[in-house]
């Protein structure tokens, strides 16, 4: 028996969500970090990571591919739907510190903070073929998982960018 969402038949919209964001749960345990899921879908974030007593936290987003364009893509606004009408809405700066994008065909990953995700306009476009000369600004963030840690940043330098997030008491 075919279930929805099987791939023979469409994938609604939540189950995508779903999927991604088990993908990105998965992803980010299987690096190291300390992953928190709220429970209930009434936060503006869907994950919080635990950084050394900082809560970062995680909104996760399901690209789709476009096949006119050829590339994926993923709305950068939120969807609250009712049983009339479905709304879409721009994200506050507030909201979370970081994105991550998932494309669930191919497995990858993109770690984008809030200040970039809010700059597009409704749509990301990301591209994961080589055909285009200048790749886009996004392709920057594709594997960027070192943004969400130390690594590179440095302890001071994560902190000053992330000023919205919550210190945890000790």
């Known amino acids: 028996m075919e279930q929805s969402g099987s791939s023979t038949g469409s994938m609604d919209t939540k189950l995508k969500a779903d999927i991604a964001e088990s993908a990105v749960v998965t992803e980010l345990l299987r690096r190291g970090f300390k992953v928190l899921k709220p429970t209930g879908d009434r936060l503006p974030y869907d994950l919080a990571l635990d950084l050394d007593g900082k809560l970062i936290r995680i909104q996760v987003k399901s690209a789709w591919f476009n096949r006119k364009t050829k590339i994926y893509g993923v709305d950068v606004r939120r969807t609250k739907t009712n049983r009339r009408r479905m709304l879409r809405d721009r994200y506050d700066k507030d909201d979370f510190d970081f994105a991550i994008l998932y494309i669930d065909s191919l497995q990858v990953f993109y770690v ?9 306009g409704s749509t990301i476009g990301l591209v994961e073929t080589d055909k285009r000369q200048r790749k886009p600004k996004s392709a920057e963030y594709r594997e960027r998982w070192d943004l969400l840690s130390d690594g590179l940043l440095g302890r001071k330098r994560l902190k000053d960018s992330l000023p919205n997030s919550v210190e945890l008491s000790k």
Do not use: E, Q
Request: neutral net charge; charged residues 0%.
């Open 112 to 120: 984008m903070p809030i200040s970039v995700f809010s700059g597009y």
